[in-house]
């Protein structure tokens, strides 16, 4: 009835997955292993010591999850969360206010905290907000909206609720690898990101790390962690030490050889390269498009280079733009999320994806397809822009 | 510091995971796409169909969970129970013992009844526990228990729920596709497996599905469900019909294309083709081991025949032998789980596994390892055996 799947290949430049590297698309398909062989536990200790250089942390707790970055959030909140404790949760798109929603599910009493979509989380009112609630247990932010392209600062946000005496949950989901994450130089506690972004990896993994006083929380709960399957109680016994596994679940073996191959290609070209090249191709993609006369949405000091808002002109159809890339040029780009829908496309430039040739060839697709639709944009001078700044 | 991963190729004969088909490992390297992409779109609704056909059931909600077997286990309990519900788990073996937990994590009132681990859960036992808790609403049991080999009749446990007025949670996770599974002819309410079983795919994902009537009961809570990454409430509109799906989280992409894979193959072999070849290969490895001397733990009535369980002769280091099988032949088989650790090996052959050629490796390897090793067994009689079975 139906044939084997053989997806077009296309070029991702969304909000995730990204483009995923040969090498890891390769390593996927070695043989797989039992997930207690000898071989695979030196697999999960290699992946642990990458990940600890890749957070910047020594945090012994410092694994993938084996399941999406939605469960990362979930399980940093069902660890730290017990019923009644006061949490503040400053929202500045759509997955802080998933963090809201993990609040109110673990029985949290929830402090929610509004920034205008499209801006940076402002210190200031974290600051405030702790006074207001001196009984706060935890802060959870996210470090790189992935619905809005804004990136706040972690580091300063972590320094307020650490002296007030607070947890921190950070969502890097956008951020690992695009730009600086510094788990042990912010102080944060807990701390998730996904496969599908910077990694370059396929979806489906949530590299994760907790300090040592977080996974003291969690080990002194008066009540048992709701989730077993993310229990970090748990867990930590499966992704422990030496021989001294105990079995929990069956480690996606396949998908952990990519995120290991992803996890070498980042250290091969070190975290600062990586960082700089993610920078460099959003000043060509930005060079590009204003050119064009197209409209960053986020102020430039509080953008993520490896996300990009961009405004949809006047008039323009954008459900049609990104379904013609797809369709013409084998090209996704991102919709804008939540109520930004309508009003933004979010193109990606992440990982393996944040290339020249990819800036060129999505500043070209949408000059072509923003021109053959009569949109106002100035014509002929973007490609010149983009090579002028790669 | 470290290098590419390359894993030393293993012949998978313990519970889980099995060898994975080479076909799978093909299509899981296939070129990344977007979570979001029409041709994504319709993989995902071929994995539903093709899904309906495996579990035998015309449930729409009938899809894959992002992520191990255990949050498929998870996934039943916590949408379906609230806080004060009776739900009767019928246990005899380790992933009983894990239902029994998620029941109290999720706040619902336990009523464990416990049988042997290597027997069977006998109906009047839970016929009586119907009687004696009328106002019981869920009961829960293990299909095809992995840590012991023994299949429960589901047909009859489902009907005596059902006629109670209870709810069905059953694990197929070791049964789907290694013998019958049958959701609708049973009346179960939700099931769910894992890939890494007799599909022969990698580990990671959760075929799961649950009726009409266990839906309503999920759209009808009370109470919020604990987990937002497996509230059905949320993940139905993310799996939901044609082009309407609301973004719930971004799907294992390349996992997918693996699951895809291996249900086609599930399809052109045919499921009761599959389940005799499962029963087949069964008979021969039982006849190589019994001529050995060797000793099947399980009565032969209440055998899953994709998953072995061997006693471990008299004297006999067992983990020795097992590390042995590993290291002169890349031969994996498990050890006992639970109060069976020690006493027990446990072979698989599910999925791919289950070959003549496997059988005669596993029978050849356990008599060389066991000859050399001074085991008190049969020598030079287990191939004839063997060979007259195939």
Known sequence: MFVPFSPIPRTLMGPGPSDVHPRILTA?????????????????????????????????LTIP?????????????ANLVEPGDKVIILQNGVFGGRMAENVTRFGGELVLLQTDWGRAIDPEQLRLALQEHPDAKIVGFVHAETSTGVRSDAAALCKLAQGAGCLTIVDCVTSLLGCEVNVDGWGAD?????????????????????????????QNRASAVKSWFLDMNLVMGYWGKGTTRAY???????????????????????????????????????????????????????????????????????ALVRARLLKEYNLEIGAGLGVLAGKVWRIGLMGYASRPENVLLCVSALEAVLSSSNAPINRGVALDAVQAAV
Chains 1, 2 share one sequence.
Request: aromatic fraction near 6%; glycine fraction near 6%.
């Open 28 to 60: 996927m398909a070695r043989p797989t292993i039992g997930h207690l062989d000898p071989e695979f536990i030196r697999l999960m200790d290699e992946i642990k010591v990458l990940l600890q250089s890749l957070f910047q942390t020594k945090n012994e």
């Open 190 to 218: 807990v701390v998730y990101s996904g496969t599908q972004k910077c990694l370059s990896c396929a979806p489906g993994l949530s590299p994760f790390t907790m300090s040592e006083r977080a996974v003291e929380v969690t």
């Open 248 to 318: 929990h679940h069956t480690a996606p073996v396949n998908a952990l050889y990519g995120l290991h191959e992803a996890l070498l290609i980042a250290m091969d070209e070190g975290l600062p390269a990586a960082w700089a090249r993610h920078a460099r191709n959003h000043d060509a993609l930005k060079a590009g498009l204003e050119a064009m006369g197209l409209k960053f949405f986020v102020p430039e000091s509080e953008r993520l280079p490896q996300l990009n808002l961009v405004e949809v002109p006047e008039g323009v159809d954008e």
């Open 65 to 77: 999850l084996s399941a999406p970055g939605s469960a990362g959030m979930e399980a940093s909140f």
